[in-house]
């Protein structure tokens, strides 16, 4: 890994979704937080890696047996044992939730491999099982059946789509408790330094409001004041970073 992306996303690990999907805004990206999943376990911290994508087409039946597991090469397995140490594996779903992505075994191997977490526009089975395990996972819901009901994995590490967005093969993906965002990797690093202003902007006008400061002219900073008593406050506390 190289120390560009070590450090973004060390930075990126401190920052919330709320705050880039702020700053992707204002580059004209509106559509990059994954819609209708929901983390697993809440309260986990921050998850942060590159996507390694595994798309899912509609199972047909004669091509679907339980048997195809047998397969050393099944797709789903594979993905499993190729995702990168550091990166997230995204499942393309199709937003149908009515069979599993995947379960617990899955979810374990991924795990000890060194992979930081999982994301479906589906849902995940074995979820209790899954959500006492040290590894991010984010779905739509709970669900019990195989992925073999209704999922046939088709295309390994391509450009997917997950909950109506793009994600293409070394994006980065950011999920906290308020969902999963998805990060184009090209401005990842800019996004991450500017996002760490951001939210260090915010800690300072937070500061100021509980001590009884109004809103206007603090946030945003129109009023010259209080740039300049930000930059004194920057300068002498810095509380995270």
């Not at 990126?12 to 209708?36: E, H, P, Y």
């Not at 991450?192 to 900073?221: D, H, N």
């Amino acid at each position: 890994m190289s120390k560009t992306l070590t450090l973004t996303k060390e930075k990126l690990q401190k920052v919330s979704t709320a705050t880039i999907a702020t700053c992707l805004f204002k580059r004209g990206l509106k559509n990059q937080v994954i819609q209708d999943v929901q983390a697993v376990k809440p309260g986990r911290p921050t998850m942060v890696g590159e996507a390694f994508t595994l798309r899912y087409i509609p199972a047909r039946e004669d091509l679907n047996p339980i048997e195809v597991f047998q397969n050393p090469r099944h797709l789903q397995r594979v993905a499993v044992e190729e995702c990168p140490v550091g990166a997230i594996l995204v499942f393309d779903s199709r937003k149908d939730a009515r069979a599993a992505s995947a379960g617990s075994i899955l979810a374990t191997r991924l795990m000890v491999r060194g992979v930081v977490g999982m994301v479906t526009d589906g849902g995940f089975r074995d979820t209790a099982e899954i959500a006492d395990l040290n590894f991010s996972s984010y779905h739509q819901r709970p669900s019990a059946p195989t992925n073999l009901t209704l999922h046939q994995a088709i295309a390994l590490n391509e450009p997917i789509g997950c909950g109506d967005v793009a994600v293409f093969p070394g994006d980065i993906l950011v999920g906290d408790d308020d969902g999963v965002i998805v990060i184009p990797t090209a401005i990842a690093p800019e996004v991450a330094e500017e996002c760490i202003q951001m939210t260090l902007f915010e800690t300072f006008v937070l500061e100021q409001i509980q001590k009884g400061a109004s809103i206007i002219g603090l946030y945003p900073p129109t009023d010259e004041n209080i740039k300049t008593t930000f930059e004194k406050w920057k300068n002498r506390t810095n509380p995270y970073f």
